[in-house]
């Protein structure tokens, strides 16, 4: 069993940055596809950034290239989202999400384990 829990979201203004975890305990996160995705009320939960088991190699919406960039600190099993250059259309709770197996996934169903959320509020 994986748990994940996130942490790092407040409110920022327009053109700030932000770094959001997500700590993993239960598994070696090293082998586990990781992901962030986020939701806002009324729509449906969106893919931002992904992290591939194993080869660590990362992938993006397009919405956030160049803005965004995940890593994974092995050693301290944690899974970050780095957001610079924020803009209100960011505002949202984001969620940290895994499965196991080294593929690229983006979407919901292909997830096994998430977090509970952490709010990030963008202010023009």
């Known amino acids: 069993q994986v748990q994940l829990v996130e942490s790092g979201g407040e409110s920022v203004q327009a053109g700030g940055s932000l770094r959001l975890s997500c700590a993993v305990s239960?598994?070696?996160?090293?082998?586990?596809?990781m992901a962030w995705f986020r939701q806002t009320p009324g729509k449906e939960r969106e893919f931002v950034a992904g992290?591939?088991?194993?080869?660590?190699?990362?992938y993006y919406a397009d919405f956030v290239k160049g803005r965004f960039t995940i890593a994974r600190d092995t050693a301290k099993n944690t899974v970050y989202l780095q957001m610079n250059s924020l803009k209100p259309e960011d505002s949202a709770l984001y969620y940290c999400?895994?499965?196991?197996?080294?593929?690229?996934?983006?979407?919901?169903?292909?997830?096994?384990?998430w977090g509970q959320g952490t709010q990030v509020t963008v202010s023009s």
């Open positions: 999400a895994a499965r196991a197996n080294t593929g690229v996934y983006t979407t919901l169903a292909e997830y096994n384990y």
């Open positions: 239960g598994r070696t996160s090293s082998n586990y596809a």
């Open positions: 992290i591939r088991g194993r080869t660590d190699t990362t």
